[in-house]
């Protein structure tokens, strides 16, 4: 199971956290739309590489054109379309992906911190 | 049936005119998550009245509100928090009702004409 597939299942308190992650400058529908393909990428080496930033970039516009191209749902297809063209103008395709790779890292602390919670109730239930 | 959902059933070609009504200013998210109460309120009238429309703009952010607490789907759920900010600081709702209702009107004679198509074609198909 993918980690946002995963993160989607938190509790509401944490999932909120995970909310305020995206925005424009990086959104919701791209995270979702290519979840399997973004957590299959090398992002911590692209963050430190200018050409490699660029060619990651510009592969995350192809798979987006992919997905849109599929996506059945009216209102999906077109908010990605919205995103596409927003993506097009962004100034730094670097800053895009530290800002990915801030969000993604952040969802797997919250993911963390929630399996800890279940560790320390299931511990603590299992001592009294 | 809504008028939304017969705009949706459309083909792809007319399709893509009414997905151009609809950006940043009139996100599709709101026209989609309150068709039913959009259709039913009188938009014409407060497009010429200012405290009309101040009261018609703010129960759509009531009924917003309504729509994103009940929602299911995270990513929606989300899309919706960010539209409601940014209706927030909304400079103008008279405005932001124009929009609305030009999109809804444009809607309308999108799908009237694929009726006066589909009439056309089964007149020439009869006379054949």
Redesign the interface.
């Known amino acids: 199971m993918s980690q946002w597939k995963q993160v989607?299942q938190l509790e509401m308190r944490l999932?909120e956290q995970v909310?305020y992650l995206?925005?424009?400058n990086f959104p919701?529908?791209i995270r979702?739309g290519l979840a399997g393909w973004i957590e299959s990428q090398d992002w911590d080496s692209a963050v430190n590489d200018e050409s490699m930033a660029s060619v990651l970039f510009t592969n995350l516009q192809t798979q987006l054109e992919k997905v849109r191209s599929q996506e059945q749902n009216?209102?999906q297809?077109?908010?990605m379309?919205?995103i596409q063209q927003q993506l097009q103008v962004t100034a730094s395709p670097a800053l895009f992906l530290v800002l990915h790779l801030r969000a993604c890292r952040r969802e797997k602390e919250v993911k963390s911190s929630s399996c800890s919670l279940e560790q320390g109730a299931l511990e603590q239930s299992l001592q009294n």
Chains 1, 2 share one sequence.
Do not use: A, E, G, S
């Open positions: 989607q999932l909310d995206y925005d424009d919701m529908d979702q009216f209102l297809r077109h908010n379309k919205i």
